[in-house]
């Protein structure tokens, strides 16, 4: 979803000729004692490895797009909880829109995710929340 919401991000950007910035949150969990027991140090950090890695390879293929689209970008890696880094991030660089995918493990119930709900109450600009039904204007 991380990439479908990038594309229309881009094409937005295009549009309007502004810059996009990609922000990658590595998740930051508090283990309870029980759980640190069955976590070695080690493990920990191959799991935030990854997880940078991860990151890393969505910023790359966004990157690439934006540079033969023609739109500016710029990209932050962050640590923390999601949904506070991204408030957090779009106010001090005073952001004008945050563009996001819809987690899929939503439900008819309960059709957001814990992300996109705590950005869409907190966040002081406009929220566009890509779901996974939305056309790619990209090709990422």
């Known amino acids: 979803m991380a990439l479908k919401a990038a594309g229309h991000a881009i094409n937005m950007a295009k549009l309007m000729n502004a810059e996009i910035e990609v922000l ?3 998740t930051e969990t508090e283990e309870t004692e029980k759980e640190k027991r069955f976590l070695e140090d080690k493990v920990e ?4 490895l990854f997880s940078e890695l991860f990151g890393q390879s969505y910023i790359n293929q966004i990157e690439s797009v934006c540079s033969t689209q023609g739109v500016a970008m ?5 640590h923390g909880d ?3 880094k991204i408030v957090e991030e779009a106010k001090k660089e005073d ?5 996001m995918g819809r987690r899929s493990e939503t439900t008819e119930e309960k059709p957001l995710g ?3 709900e705590y950005v869409l109450k907190h966040s ?3 929220v566009l929340i890509v779901t996974t039904s939305a056309p790619d204007f990209c090709e990422l």
């Open 24 to 26: 990658h949150v590595i």
């Open 45 to 48: 950090e191959e799991i935030a």
């Open 74 to 78: 710029k990209k932050v890696i962050e």
């Open 82 to 84: 999601p949904g506070p």
């Open 95 to 99: 952001i004008e829109l945050i563009v």
């Open 114 to 116: 814990s992300i996109s």
């Open 124 to 126: 002081k600009c406009p």
